[in-house]
């Protein structure tokens, strides 16, 4: 029989184990300690009395947490309201950029960096495009969220790029796309593999990759990285300011999994539902409670990392000067 869970469950039942074989970090144990404790009498809370018969009810605080499933929700509408007022009456353009998974192990090693230079030769790959007078000739503006997983909590890293499709130019014009796709797929690939592989091999002399202590192993995988198709994705979303604000909360705080996914557990087995885009079906997955949890906390982002990053005209600093 399978009996219904939740992440919170799953972390109360068996993330000691994790603990006391020391394989969690403290920065782990801490996000765990806020999944545990959210709401719940330690995070504290209002205290409702009906004035009638007298029962009470508590109602506890959030740990507001970026990795809780139970926060996010609410921090993902309360963002997109905001972004709502910076919306351009043009269309918008999805763009996915994703590193292989031959570097999944370099990113389990230094994950700040590797995460650091992904948002910059992703946005460094677009802004040559758009500078270029043959396509658009000015300045563009991107918002990108980075994910780590992909359905089956896998790690996948991928960079979700949100973009107004147009550039302003030096005299402060817009110039818009006229092409359904913005740039071509196939050239931006090219572009931001060679970028990222340039930079790894920085990053790789400069000591930033120090735990990756082979030197001949740093480049036959950059070598190998070259002769490879990397995957970018480009889809134009409909010219209509409800279907943007959508895009902006589904991607905006996603995390790994939400307790809606999760089917149940049955003899320390995990079931959660999943979707195959080999085949565009909804499955069913099982894992050992203990892969799950490890599958779960890779995802756990560095101390401080930003993951929602704003660029060009959407840049924080300029971003009303440029919209006006």
């Known amino acids: 029989m399978i009996n219904p869970t939740t992440i919170q469950q799953l972390l109360r039942d068996h993330v000691d184990d994790a603990i006391h074989e020391n394989t969690l970090d403290g ?102 495009f758009a500078a270029d007078r043959r396509r658009l000739g000015g300045q563009l503006g991107m918002t990108a969220v980075l994910h780590t997983w992909g359905q089956n909590l896998g790690q996948h890293v991928h960079l979700h790029c949100l973009i107004p499709g147009g550039v302003l130019t ?6 818009g796309a006229k092409s359904s796709y913005l740039f071509p797929v196939r050239a931006l690939s090219r572009h931001f593999r060679g970028r990222m592989v340039s930079s790894l091999r920085a990053c790789a002399n400069t000591n930033k990759l120090h735990r990756v202590s082979r030197a001949e192993e740093i480049k036959k995988k950059l070598d190998q990285l070259m002769t490879k198709q990397w995957v970018v994705y480009s889809k134009p979303c409909i010219n209509r300011t409800e279907t943007v604000i959508r895009y902006l909360a589904r991607y905006s705080h996603k995390i790994a999994i939400s307790d809606h996914r999760l089917i149940g557990m049955a003899e320390d087995q995990v079931y959660f539902r999943y979707k ?46 440029s919209l006006e």
């Not at 920065?27 to 009638?52: A, E, F, N, S, W």
């Not at 590193?99 to 992904?118: F, K, R, T």
């Not at 499955?283 to 401080?304: A, Q, S």
């Open 27 to 128: 920065h782990r144990r801490k996000v765990c300690g806020h999944l545990l404790h959210c709401h719940t009498p330690v995070m504290g809370g209002i205290q409702y009395r009906c004035d009638r018969c007298d029962v009470q009810v508590p109602l506890y605080h959030g740990c507001r947490d970026r990795h809780c499933p139970q926060c996010q929700g609410r921090a993902a509408r309360r963002w997109s309201e905001r972004q709502q007022q910076d919306l351009l009456p043009v269309t918008y353009f999805h763009l996915v950029f994703t590193l292989p998974h031959a570097l999944n192990g370099w990113v389990q090693l230094h994950p700040e960096v590797i995460y650091n230079q992904l948002f910059k030769n992703a946005w460094q790959t677009l802004q040559t």
């Open 170 to 175: 030096e005299s402060h014009a817009w110039h």
């Open 276 to 321: 195959d885009y080999r085949d565009d079906q909804s499955k069913v997955m099982k894992l050992h409670y203990d892969e799950f949890i490890r599958r779960f906390l890779i995802h756990v982002l560095p101390n401080g990392f930003m993951r929602i990053r704003h660029y060009g005209l959407l840049a924080n600093r300029c971003r009303k000067a």
